[in-house]
């Protein structure tokens, strides 16, 4: 009897050791998921604060462009203009260039288009082809005419063209028969924010000049470059000559941010503003960021 009593009590007790012991194991597991949980919020926030940091300085480069703009005047605003700041652990380098050194993909002559395509490795059929294709996108079709929008059923894709002025460069992509390798070398030429048909030969990049009917010579011609039409506005969508727009004026600018960070990391912004008035010194346009994260994956915003 003594020895069936003990027996029993010491199976109650292995009973109570094995019941502990996992007890200890789920505590052990919760922790180590508390742990990994920590370890991932600490890298989120960092993500999150890297971030809103590099979008306070870009801020800041706008607002000291815009200022430096502002301050020269309409008849004195430089088309381009660079400047360099420190801020905590970060070194700032800033440029700004007139839209006007860019051609702009709603008042562009055909022509002009077709010799930027040419320069940039397209064959002269093919460059001509593309320029149509821009020119049918921003153009609205007479009543009864599909050609154009016959040439996006034909190639399968599932929106027909826009038939008005392009918003935003990137839109390029979306005209058929463009190929994507053309359309990339394409955007650091293109804009849609100068507002004329007009080039400032002055900052215009030599693939800009290239395209151009005419060559800046030593005596600059008169041409108004008058202020920067907005992408939705109907107006002023016929195409204008090039042949007298070498020294063209916009009241847009892009400004392009890099920073270095001290640990190694920079990241580079590109903000397009207006320059306005008294009231409203000036409107964002676009803003687009590439910020270099620590692993080194990215993270872009556009608008």
């Known amino acids: 009897m003594i020895r069936d009593r003990a027996e029993a009590s010491e199976q109650e007790q292995g009973v109570v050791i094995v019941a502990v012991l996992w007890i200890l194991m789920a505590l052990s597991a919760l922790a180590m998921i508390f742990s990994v949980y920590l370890s991932a919020s600490a890298r989120s926030l960092a993500v999150d604060d890297a971030a809103l940091q590099a979008e306070a300085l870009v801020s800041a480069s706008v607002e000291l462009s815009a200022y430096q703009l502002t301050l020269a005047g309409d008849a004195q605003r430089p088309p381009r203009g660079t400047f360099h700041f420190r801020m905590d652990d970060a070194d700032v380098s800033v440029t700004f260039t007139s839209e006007a050194a860019r051609i702009d993909l709603n008042f562009s002559p055909k022509e002009v288009l077709a010799d930027l395509f040419a320069g940039l490795g397209a064959n002269q059929a093919a460059a001509k082809y593309d320029a149509e294709r821009i020119v049918g996108w921003r153009t609205r079709p007479a009543p009864g005419d599909n050609d154009e ?37 394409a955007l650091p030429f293109v804009t849609v924010f100068n507002g004329t048909s007009g080039i400032d030969a002055t900052i215009a990049a030599p693939e800009v000049l290239a395209a151009l009917p005419d060559k800046p010579s030593d005596q600059p011609m008169d041409t108004p470059g008058g202020p920067s039409a907005q992408p939705n506005d109907a107006a002023g969508a016929t195409d204008k000559p090039a042949s007298d727009a070498l020294t063209a004026k916009s009241g847009c600018y892009r400004i392009e941010t890099t920073i270095g ?36 994956a990215r993270q872009r915003k556009g608008s």
């Open 261 to 296: 960070f001290r640990n190694g990391r920079r990241t580079r912004s590109e903000v397009v503003i207006a320059m306005g008035d008294k009231v409203e010194p000036y409107r964002v346009l676009s803003w687009q960021d590439d910020i270099d994260l620590p692993d080194g």
């Open 149 to 185: 929008e016959a040439l996006y059923q034909a190639a399968g894709l599932g929106y027909p063209p826009r038939g008005s002025l392009f918003t935003h460069a990137s839109e390029l992509a979306l005209v058929v028969g463009l190929p994507p390798a053309l359309v990339d070398r």
